[in-house]
């Protein structure tokens, strides 16, 4: 199944081309974009340094979701609806731009580690939660999100560099 | 006294470095992913602090303990983006120069370090019972807004030219 013709239509709606053809709605949500991520990446990075054993140490783990994660989650909502509008200014632009699929691939592991550390892994933080070494599987946790979500600022900076794709995304022809 | 510095923009933008970073491909994407991830950990070793001082947060630590932890976060962070914004200064130096967001973002810069090592700084090691309720509240709040500010005039370098 092919997302383009859904990409075609919201592109050809009047609210998107108005959107488009606004002189501040790009500045406007891609600096709140940008401010947003930096609340909510920062916050989470800083999560799982702890989780890897390097930062706030004094600090129980299962303190930062429960008392930083609702700040974070302010900050992604922000960055997420922003990041909604941006996209939907220029559906066809990000369409065929190689980073902008990275960055979606990089986001939705990211969600799948959170989900699995939720669900799996912080069911034992009674035994690790303080004063104690993190298991491997937090520990590895905290380093693949720190790497995809580091993953999805690269890429998201990369999507103003989309001439850099590598040549089998061009040869693919996706965004001619 | 910025008109004095123009000769110093001129010769940042003929300088090799600058040449370096406009004929390298990869060399200005790859600098700025790096500030941007250095800001985003910069950013998070200033919030963290900042929540607490604002009594939410990781409250079942004291503010000292939260700001010591934060520190060498804080001012690695800073280095690295200092690294990584010079050559970005100075391969664009004469399109900083006119922008008037790059001058609102250094002064504001300025301000958020003086503030930070600063009265920050001593409102965050000081005995809480000396210090009072609103007082960490509004550094904190200043806090946030210099550095978001800052974030903000400098996405704006680069979209208005």
Known sequence: MSLRPLFEWADALPSSIALRESFNAYPLLLTSHVVSMCLFAGLIMLWDFRL?????????ISDLPTQVFPWALSGFAIS?????LLLYSKPMTYFGNFYFWFKMLAMALAALNLVWFHYVTEKTIANWDEGKPTPGSAKFAGIASLALWAAVIVTGRLMAYSGLAPKWWDALGIGS | MIDRLEPFFVWM?????????????????????????AIAVFAGSVLIVDIRLLGKGLTRLSVEQVARSAQPWLVWSFLALVVTGVPQMIS???????SPFFWLKMELLLFGLLFTFTIRRKVTLADPARVGSWVPKAVALVSMA?????AVWARLIGLFS
């Open chain 2, 92 to 98: 664009l130096a004469l399109k900083q120069y006119y």
């Open chain 1, 52 to 60: 890897v054993g390097v930062a706030l140490k004094p600090s129980r």
């Open chain 1, 80 to 84: 997420f609806i922003t990041g909604g």
């Open chain 2, 13 to 37: 933008q003929d300088s090799a470095v600058s040449a370096y970073f406009l004929e390298n491909t990869w060399s200005s994407p790859i600098v700025q992913c790096a500030h941007l991830l």
């Open chain 2, 146 to 150: 210099v550095w978001g500010s800052v």
